[in-house]
């Protein structure tokens, strides 16, 4: 009992950051392997895949009632996401990402130097793209960080808000709307893999929904009534606690 107390809780709090900006993964992932240390990697990921989902689904919807989504561009973006993610996924098999794992603090701490220094990144929404241009690289978008979250993961839903910001000119807080879309397709086909393979635990995954989504209703006021800033802001703390996290995982041990 204490041990779905701690990782329910752990998925609430996951569910209001990934609302926020992405990145609740960071908090769940750990929090199931440090409870259940002996299970299989896979079910753990499956599971975590299982309860985050609904969370970031959850969000997508609220986000698409309040914020004016860009239909036109989301919609092939959303298709080419989980394309991407389908073949990250079915390329990890082949493949291993220990140069990925390495590289990957580096990138962020790029992504948040950047961020910084561009004071005025991603506080007004100036879309520099429309029609098929904003539909193709959205489209781009989607299918590159979709093939990252289907073969190594951490910090997609950080790569999607960013390059929303800096490529498209979207304000924070309709990057991570947009974001909460793309990355709902591409949670779905790592789930879908999952499940194929039987790496989900049913009842565990059911109450990591549960507390997702509420933590994710809660994350997604935040965001909508606080406004790009309050996100912007989000987004430099997860970015540097992933920055921490991933160079501990690549160096650490």
């Known amino acids: 009992m204490w041990d779905l107390l701690l990782v329910a809780a752990a998925s609430g709090l996951a569910g209001c950051v990934d609302a926020i900006v992405g990145g609740g993964g960071l908090i ?8 259940y240390p002996a299970a299989p990697p896979a079910t753990l990921m ?7 989902i609904w969370g970031t689904a959850w969000a997508a919807g609220q986000f698409a009632r309040r914020v004016q989504l860009r239909w036109a561009a989301l919609g092939p973006a959303v298709g080419a996401a989980l394309l991407g993610s389908l073949v990250g996924a079915w390329t990890l098999t082949l493949v291993h990402a ?11 701490a790029a992504i948040l130097l950047y961020t910084l220094v561009r004071k005025d990144l991603g506080r007004v929404h100036a879309p520099r793209l429309a029609g098929r241009a904003e539909a193709l690289t959205a489209s781009a978008i ?4 979709g093939f990252y979250d289907g073969f190594f993961g951490p910090g997609t839903g950080s790569f999607f808000v960013f390059l929303f910001v800096r490529v498209l000119g979207y304000d924070f807080l309709n990057a991570s709307a ?12 790592a789930l879908a893999l999952f499940i194929t393979k039987g790496h989900i635990w049913w009842q565990v995954a059911a109450l990591l929904a549960a507390a997702n989504v509420a933590g994710s209703l809660l994350g ?3 965001a909508l009534r606080h406004g790009a800033g309050f996100v912007r802001g989000v987004f430099i703390v997860v970015v540097s606690l992933l920055i921490l996290k991933t160079g501990w995982d690549a160096f650490g041990h």
């Open 46 to 52: 499956g599971t975590n895949k299982g309860g985050a």
């Open 142 to 145: 989607g299918l590159a960080i």
């Open 178 to 189: 947009a974001a909460k879309l793309l990355n709902t397709a591409t949670n779905a086909a």
């Open 28 to 35: 769940l992932v750990p929090a199931l392997f440090a409870t």
């Open 220 to 222: 997604t006021r935040l």
């Open 98 to 108: 220990e140069s990925l794992r390495r590289a990957l603090p580096f990138v962020l």
